[in-house]
């Protein structure tokens, strides 16, 4: 299995506060992405990252922001979470590579936002 | 807006059955594709990739059709444990590697 772990696992948190997610892999992969899965609307792409500090908006970037300082690190930050923002979010991890560019994704988080 | 459709299910087969599907996609740009499997509360994971021949691994077979702009997966010999969600995802040619997922399609295999 691909280095990638996500903490925390799972987290309780209430309406407006901050909550921060991370991400971390030990495969020196270039792309790391941030989805958010949930029932009815399979995996959707909040943010992306190409390299240390290059990051962009993915389709659902709304009331999220991200950081990479650092090639094995992608946290995700819900600036004042809301009850929408309740979910399993799915770190992953891939190489550029036209021909075969396989994912790897992390064990996710699951964020409840009372 | 890129769109991946999948029939979500879920379809029901017994043990030893061949079950096939779908997954149809809007951009003819699109360069990549692959199927994913998901196991339930678990994270995604790659199955195969589809290449423009079409690939077999063991009991699965994948095709591409450009013209009609959908990819298939066809299971043979069905077991109790190919029951799962299967993601189809789509990158488009060049520039940065976004992929697009589809919803998924669940599969039970009884006994």
């Known amino acids: 299995d691909a280095g990638i772990t996500q903490s925390p696992r799972h987290k309780v948190t209430e309406t407006g506060t901050p909550v921060t997610l991370r991400c971390h892999q030990t495969e020196n992969h270039r792309y790391m992405y941030w989805y958010r899965q949930d029932p009815g609307h399979g995996l959707r792409l909040i943010h992306y990252?190409?390299?240390?500090?290059?990051?962009d908006k993915g389709e659902v970037s709304d009331g999220y922001s991200v950081s990479r300082s650092k090639t094995e690190d992608f946290l995700l930050t819900l600036e004042s979470a809301t009850s929408s923002q309740t979910s399993v979010y799915f770190c992953a991890i891939s190489e550029f590579n036209l021909d075969d560019n396989e994912q790897f994704f992390g064990p996710g988080t699951r964020l409840t936002v009372l | 807006r890129k769109e991946v459709e999948q029939d979500p299910g879920p379809f029901n087969v017994p043990e030893g059955a061949t079950v096939a599907f779908n997954c149809t996609y809007s951009?003819?740009?699109?360069?990549?594709f692959f199927w994913y499997r998901q196991d339930c509360r678990k994270e995604p994971k790659l199955l195969m990739s589809?290449?423009?021949s079409g690939n077999e691994d063991g009991r699965f077979t994948a095709q591409l059709n450009r013209a009609s702009q959908y990819i298939s997966l066809l299971i043979r010999d069905s077991k109790l444990s190919d029951s799962a969600t299967y993601l189809c995802?789509?990158?488009?040619?060049?520039?940065?590697?976004?992929?697009?997922f589809g919803r998924g399609t669940s599969l039970i295999v009884h006994p």
């Open positions: 995802v789509v990158n488009e040619a060049g520039g940065s590697y976004i992929p697009t």
């Open positions: 589809v290449y423009s």
């Open positions: 990252s190409y390299g240390v500090k290059d990051t």
């Open positions: 951009n003819s740009a699109s360069q990549s």
